[in-house]
């Protein structure tokens, strides 16, 4: 009789995912089951790992007049966003496709801010009709279009300015989004003139101001710099007799993909509400809107060595999914660490190899020089893979996507049916 042994300590990064007997689980559930059952490759999400996420930002706003918008474009897989709906967010959404998601599992329109910088006037109307609680507006140019597709449907639309604080957030360029050169926001320097413009156009009601200086951010400092910069705002604009009501801090703060070391949600809002009362802002509702940071290390992709191929430079372990399903290494060079599904024990004998995909490009790589112990056959587990993995997936190569099972304790559900190839040419003709 084989005695049920615990499960080793979480992997770093990965907080609801350890190896029991030398097996994967995340939770109480076998990895390698979920492989055989719904196939690869196969993203799994751990429930108690997001809820997890969001307690550390709900305990740092405690006793606050605060709402959590969860930006979905992370993960808008309609069990993720039940859940969070469940647990209290609100979204934050930049599309109207998106709406339709949070909608479809039932948010309180009220409980959603729009962002984006390029919503159509068919997109506004959409989200005017279903009552949207902010459209954070990014644009002189949008400020106008608004308050226009406002007046033609009988509609007074609320909104905040995202405001582009012109803060360093000392992340990876393409993520990071509060730079001058960048297209989010209104400059600081004309925001002021944006409100008043705003405060006069018939279809608009000012209700907030809001910034989002990027992404993976891994330090406190670029967050309080940018607050002190959005708090100088609200002085100037409410001494020009415009009330802000909800001040939204964006999103962007980071996870361990590889050591990294970003504060913990709960430290780092009480740090930040800190100053916020000490400056004399204490009493406004605050709005958060983060992704990564909620869902990011709740998700694994489990993928299947298809062959090994040795070679003179770089050896190549071909797994069967590939940047189509895990776009972050190509699109940013991003890092995500791959564990082996079995564990395999020393790795003495492990070998050097580049992690890569079927897909026919070079850049199709999921993880470079990694040493492992593998043979074709074998699973591994991509870790951190719960943010702008899925959400980002596309069917290059005529590449179905694949299945998402979500994991509570010992039970787990497909949430997600794999695509099935036919899906793929829905609407083609010849
Ligand atoms: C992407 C985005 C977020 C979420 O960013 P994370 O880094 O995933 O937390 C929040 N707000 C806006 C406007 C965004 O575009």
Same mark, same amino acid.
């Given at each position: 009789?084989?005695?049920?042994?615990?499960?080793?300590?979480?992997?770093?990064?990965?907080?609801?995912?350890?190896?029991? @007997?030398?097996?994967?689980?995340?939770?109480?559930?076998?990895? *390698?089951?979920?492989?055989?059952?719904?196939?690869?490759?196969?993203?799994?999400?751990?429930?108690?790992? #997001?809820?997890?996420?969001?307690?550390?930002?709900?305990?740092?706003?405690?006793?606050?007049?605060?709402?959590?918008?969860?930006?979905?474009?992370?993960?808008?897989?309609?069990?993720?966003?039940?859940?969070?709906?469940?647990? /209290?967010?609100?979204?934050?959404?930049?599309?109207?496709?998106?709406?339709?998601?949070?909608?479809?599992?039932?948010?309180?329109? *009220?409980?959603?801010?729009?962002?984006?910088v390029g919503k159509t006037r068919q997109e506004m109307r959409r989200a005017l009709e279903a009552g949207v609680g902010?459209?954070?507006?990014?644009?002189?140019?949008?400020?106008?279009?608004?308050?226009?597709?406002?007046?033609?449907?009988?509609?007074?639309?609320?909104?905040?300015?995202?405001?582009?604080?012109?803060?360093?957030?000392?992340?990876? +360029?393409?993520?990071?989004?509060?730079?001058?050169?960048?297209?989010?926001?209104?400059?600081?320097?004309?925001?002021?003139?944006?409100?008043?413009?705003?405060?006069?156009?018939?279809?608009?009601?000012?209700?907030?101001?809001?910034?989002?200086?990027?992404?993976?951010?891994?330090?406190?400092?670029?967050?309080? $710099?940018?607050?002190?910069?959005?708090?100088?705002?609200?002085?100037?604009?409410?001494?020009? =007799?415009?009330?802000?009501?909800? #001040?939204?801090? =964006?999103? /962007?703060?980071?996870?361990?993909?590889?050591?990294?070391? +970003? +504060?913990?949600?709960?430290?780092?809002?009480?740090?930040?509400?800190?100053?916020?009362?000490?400056?004399?802002?204490?009493?406004?509702?605050?709005?958060? $809107?983060?992704?990564?940071?909620?869902? =990011?290390?709740?998700?694994?992709?489990?993928?299947?060595?298809?062959?090994?191929?040795?070679?003179?430079?770089?050896?190549?372990?071909?797994? @069967?999914?590939?940047?189509?399903?895990?776009?972050?290494?190509?699109?940013?060079?991003?890092?995500?660490? #791959?564990?082996?599904?079995?564990?395999?024990?020393?790795?003495?004998?492990?070998?050097?190899?580049?992690?890569?995909?079927?897909?026919?490009?070079? &850049? @199709?790589?999921? =993880?470079?020089?990694?040493?492992?112990?593998?043979?074709? &056959?074998?699973?591994?587990?991509?870790?951190?893979?719960?943010?702008?993995?899925?959400?980002?997936?596309?069917?290059?190569?005529?590449? +179905?996507?694949?299945?998402?099972?979500?994991?509570?304790g010992d039970s787990a559900r497909l949430v997600r049916e794999r695509e099935a190839v036919q899906d793929l040419w829905?609407?083609?003709?010849?």
């Amino acid at each position: 009789m084989t005695v049920p042994s615990t499960p080793t300590a979480p992997l770093p990064g990965a907080p609801f995912v350890s190896y029991r @007997d030398g097996q994967l689980m995340v939770e109480g559930v076998l990895l *390698s089951d979920l492989a055989h059952r719904h196939g690869t490759p196969l993203f799994v999400y751990s429930k108690a790992a #997001i809820l997890a996420a969001l307690a550390a930002y709900q305990r740092g706003l405690a006793g606050r007049q605060a709402l959590i918008c969860y930006a979905m474009k992370a993960n808008s897989s309609l069990a993720i966003l039940k859940l969070l709906a469940d647990a /209290g967010c609100g979204f934050d959404i930049v599309s109207a496709g998106e709406l339709e998601r949070a909608l479809a599992v039932g948010a309180t329109p *009220s409980q959603i801010v729009f962002s984006g910088v390029g919503k159509t006037r068919q997109e506004m109307r959409r989200a005017l009709e279903a009552g949207v609680g902010c459209f954070n507006i990014e644009s002189l140019a949008e400020l106008d279009v608004l308050s226009e597709v406002a007046v033609s449907v009988g509609a007074l639309a609320p909104i905040s300015i995202r405001v582009n604080p012109n803060v360093d957030a000392r992340t990876h +360029p393409y993520i990071s989004t509060g730079l001058k050169g960048n297209k989010f926001g209104i400059a600081h320097e004309q925001a002021l003139a944006a409100y008043r413009h705003a405060a006069r156009l018939p279809g608009l009601r000012v209700v907030g101001i809001d910034c989002h200086i990027g992404s993976q951010i891994t330090e406190a400092a670029p967050y309080l $710099e940018a607050m002190e910069r959005v708090l100088d705002l609200v002085t100037a604009i409410e001494a020009a =007799g415009i009330p802000i009501q909800h #001040i939204d801090f =964006g999103g /962007g703060l980071g996870i361990d993909y590889n050591g990294d070391t +970003p +504060p913990a949600a709960d430290a780092l809002w009480r740090q930040l509400l800190a100053r916020l009362d000490a400056r004399g802002f204490g009493d406004r509702r605050i709005l958060l $809107e983060p992704g990564r940071s909620l869902v =990011g290390n709740a998700g694994v992709c489990v993928t299947e060595v298809l062959f090994l191929k040795p070679g003179e430079q770089k050896n190549f372990c071909i797994v @069967d999914a590939a940047m189509n399903d895990l776009p972050r290494p190509a699109l940013y060079e991003a890092f995500h660490r #791959i564990v082996p599904l079995t564990e395999s024990g020393g790795a003495n004998d492990a070998v050097t190899y580049d992690v890569v995909g079927p897909v026919c490009e070079s &850049g @199709d790589w999921l =993880g470079r020089d990694r040493a492992l112990k593998v043979q074709a &056959g074998d699973r591994l587990a991509v870790l951190s893979a719960g943010a702008y993995c899925m959400s980002m997936a596309s069917n290059y190569n005529t590449r +179905p996507r694949a299945a998402e099972v979500l994991v509570d304790g010992d039970s787990a559900r497909l949430v997600r049916e794999r695509e099935a190839v036919q899906d793929l040419w829905r609407g083609e003709s010849v």
